[in-house]
Structure formats: C-alpha cells, structure tokens
C-alpha cells in the first residue's frame, strides 16, 4: 500500500512537471513570437526610434493623444471643398501674360503671401504654367544644387530643379543628404495651401525634352549638356557649387527630364541666417543643439528676433518636420516676413522623423493659435486625403508613394504630442 502511494505521488510529480514543462515551452515560444512582432512592427513606418530626450516627449505624450487629434474634424468637409474647388483644372481664358501680371499682382500686394487662398485665376494660373512654351534656357547660378533658368512665353522666367531620383528611392543618412527632389518641392506648394503656409513658392511638376532644351540653350548652358552611353542620352550638369560632369540628370530613351517648375517671386528677397543652423561638420554641435534640454536657447533668440518673425520661423519648423527638410539653414524674407522657398530637401526617408527640425517648437513652446486651428483640421488621415486629391492634377502624379503619406500622418501626431507637452508645461500661453 505504501509502495502504491508512494508511486503514485512520483507519477503525479512528474505529471506536474511535464504540463509545467510543456506549457513554459508554448508560453515562452508565444512571447518570442511576440517579441519578434514588436520587432518588426519597429522596423515598420508605424513606431519610431525614440533616441534622445524630445522623442521620449513625443512618445510619452502621443500614447495619451486625445481624440480630437485622432478623429475627423467635422470643419475639414466644407474646407476640403473649397480648396478642391480653387485647386481643379480649368480651362485657360486669358493669356499668358495677363496671368503672369495678376499673379504678380498678388504678391505685390501682401508681405509673404504669394497667392491669395481662394481664387478663380488660380486654377487659369497652374494651366498656363503646365502648357507654357520655353523660349529660351540658362543655367541658374544662384543657391548650390542643378537648376536651370527658362524664360517663358508672356515674359516671365521660372526656375526649373530636375529630378534627381524616382518616388521609391529612400535616401539615407544625415538630414540633409542627398539631392533636391523635385516632388518635394511640387508636394511642398499644395501642403503649404492646404495648411494656409501660403508663403511657399507656386510649383508645377512638368517634363522637358532636353533635345529641345538644347536648341534654345545659351553658350554656357550647351557646354554643360553632354551626351552619354555611347551617344544615346543626353544629359545636363550645369553651373552650380556641385555641378560636375560626373554628376548629371539624363533624358530618358525619348530626351524627357522630369521636374519643379517654380514660378519666380518678385522680390526683393533677404537671406538669413537661421538661428537652428546645423553646423554641417560631422561630430561638431551647434548652440542649439547643446542646449536642446532646456529653454534657454529660446530666450537668446527671442532678444534678437521679433514675435512675429520667431513665429514665422515655427510655421516653418512645423511645414519643415512634416516634409522632413532639415537643410534650411537659411532662409528668406519678404517685407520682413519669412517665405518659404527652396523645399526640396523633403522625403528623403519615410522611416526616419527628424525630431530636431521641430526645435523652434518645443524649445520656445510657442505657436500661433491661426497654425494651430488649421492644423486640427486636418486630423484623422484627412491631411492624406485632402493631399492625394490636390496633387492628382498635377501632371507628374503620384507625387509621393503611401508610404510618404503614412509617415506625414504620423508626424503630424508628433506635432500634436509636442504641443501637448508644452501645453502642460506652459499652459495656453503657448497659444499666440
Ligand atoms: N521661385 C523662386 N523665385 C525667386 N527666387 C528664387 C526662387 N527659387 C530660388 N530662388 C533664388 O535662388 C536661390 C537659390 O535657390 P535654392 O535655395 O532653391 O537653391 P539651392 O541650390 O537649394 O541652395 P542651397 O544649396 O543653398 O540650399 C534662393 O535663395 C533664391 O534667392
Ligand atoms: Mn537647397
């Protein structure tokens, strides 16, 4: 009898131990699988590497978003509307030069806004731009990158940035790596009407026939057009900074180059230096970035700039960490008010947010109540919406490929997240 306990109990022990074994086994296995999708999910768009203190900000303040940054505006429908509306293809009923002068017209009239929000001659003006015929071709000297000078039909000259790169190409490394993408800067004009930025630039995405670019080129323009691959390509390097043989855009098999066609703005422009200037020297930190952790940064900057220029160089943190720019280190001003050109630094990677380019933001925790109202508009996936429906008339459409779109989404989060922080910090004295 003791001997029949006695098997029995090690028969139950080791029953025990087996369901114990076999369970540890599965449950063990589960939180591997488990880690490993957490692990992918990382590698995926939707989660971002948090690597210093103003991403743990971020993070901590984005778990908790409240909803009214998560749903749908009930304002967006009828703005969706009108900008749909100003923003569809007409036909052209003036000419060229009558349009050029009304949109001169616009811009002379304010400080940095270069067109009005609503206008019937808006969509007369895009239509003109996309069909105009070039006259003549130079190279454009100013700035540091490819760009190209047409004048045009009606009188005026745009200046022309082709395309370096096709929508899928992911460019790596520093912030401001690689070259202009022309898509950047076509996306940065209807991002800039859609959040009422409307100092940006008025672009257009066209392609141009490099054979015929040749023939109205002047001296200088032709001696940088070269022909590649045994005589079957023809290709343009330019005058610029980086320009070199070596490095040239090619037509396709029939000469075509896609690119930015951007209006000119009358001027007179002034160039600034930017007080969030990077220090373009590997290993080496700016002001700004040393003192990231606190406010005092800000403080130094507000004794220097007025209210109304710190602000307007926070519109442009924000416009500049939801297109991913990080290479404004300098930038322009009409009538003492910021314009926002040169936007082709833009979706260089959809993985990697920038964080830093938001540092106006969250280090003078300030913003204007007109940047923040518009901004809430748009919440809920309806900034994709309302962007792929604008840049579907642009002739070089898609502009950008899904994943650029998931990834302004998820920036745009991240801006509400900082504002929140700042919020709770400050209170709505933040709101000017
Ligand atoms: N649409 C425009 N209208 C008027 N001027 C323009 C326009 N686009 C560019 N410019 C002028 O040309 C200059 C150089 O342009 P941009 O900054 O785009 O060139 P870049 O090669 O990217 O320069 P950088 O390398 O310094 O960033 C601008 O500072 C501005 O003065
Ligand atoms: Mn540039």
Redesign the pocket.
């Known amino acids: 009898m003791k001997k029949y306990c006695c098997a029995t109990f090690i028969f139950l022990i080791s029953l025990v131990f087996i369901i114990y074994s076999v369970n540890f086994y599965f449950l063990s296995r589960l939180s591997r699988q488990d880690s490993n999708k957490i692990k992918s999910k990382l590698n995926s768009h939707e989660i971002f590497e948090y690597n210093d203190i103003e991403d743990e900000r971020i993070n901590h303040e984005n778990v908790k978003l409240k909803t009214i940054y998560r749903n749908r505006n009930p304002k967006y429908t009828s703005l969706k509307d009108k900008l749909i509306n100003n923003y569809k293809p007409c036909n052209r009923s003036l000419n060229f030069s009558q349009i050029w002068e009304t949109v001169d017209s616009w811009s002379r009239e304010t400080s940095n806004e270069i067109y009005p929000a609503y206008s019937s001659r808006m969509c007369q003006f895009l239509s003109a731009l996309r069909e105009v015929k070039i006259l003549s071709a130079q190279n454009f000297r ?4 490819l ?1 190209l000078n047409f004048t045009i039909e009606g009188g005026k000259t745009v ?1 022309f940035k082709p395309a370096w790169y096709n929508r899928n190409q992911v460019i790596e490394g520093e912030v401001y790596a690689g070259k ?1 993408r022309h898509n950047s800067e076509i996306f940065a004009f209807y991002l800039g009407a859609v959040l009422n930025f409307r100092s940006t ?1 008025l672009v257009v995405g066209r392609s141009i026939n490099i054979r015929d670019i040749l023939e109205i080129a002047d001296k200088e323009l032709r001696e940088t057009i070269i022909s590649k691959g045994n005589g079957t390509k023809l290709c343009v390097y330019g005058k ?1 900074f980086y320009c070199k043989p070596s490095e040239s855009v090619c037509g396709n098999k029939t000469h075509y180059i896609e690119g930015a066609f ?4 009358s001027g007179p ?1 002034q ?1 600034h230096k930017s007080p969030w200037q990077r220090t373009y020297k590997e290993g080496a930190k700016a002001l700004w970035e040393i003192e990231s952790d606190n406010n005092n940064y800000c403080d130094n900057v507000k004794q220097k700039l007025s209210l109304v220029r710190l602000l307007d160089l926070i519109d442009a943190s924000i416009f500049d960490f939801l297109i991913q720019n990080g ?1 404004r ?2 930038y ?1 001003t009409r009538k003492n008010r910021v314009i926002l ?2 936007n ?1 630094k833009g979706f260089a990677n959809f993985r990697t947010d920038f964080t830093d380019i938001l540092a106006p933001l969250y280090q003078c925790c300030l913003i204007r109540k007109t940047t923040y109202a518009r901004l809430l508009v748009f919440t809920g996936g309806a900034l994709t919406e309302i962007l792929k429906e604008l840049t579907k008339n642009d002739l070089l459409h898609p502009i950008l490929i899904d994943k650029h779109y998931y990834a302004l989404e998820r920036r745009l989060l991240k801006i509400f997240s900082m504002i929140e922080f700042c919020k709770t910090k400050y209170g709505n004295s933040i709101f000017q």
């Open positions: 100013k700035g540091t990158q760009k200046v202009d630039g610029c951007l209006y000119e703005i422009l160039k290479d280190h300098h322009e050109l040169d082709g």
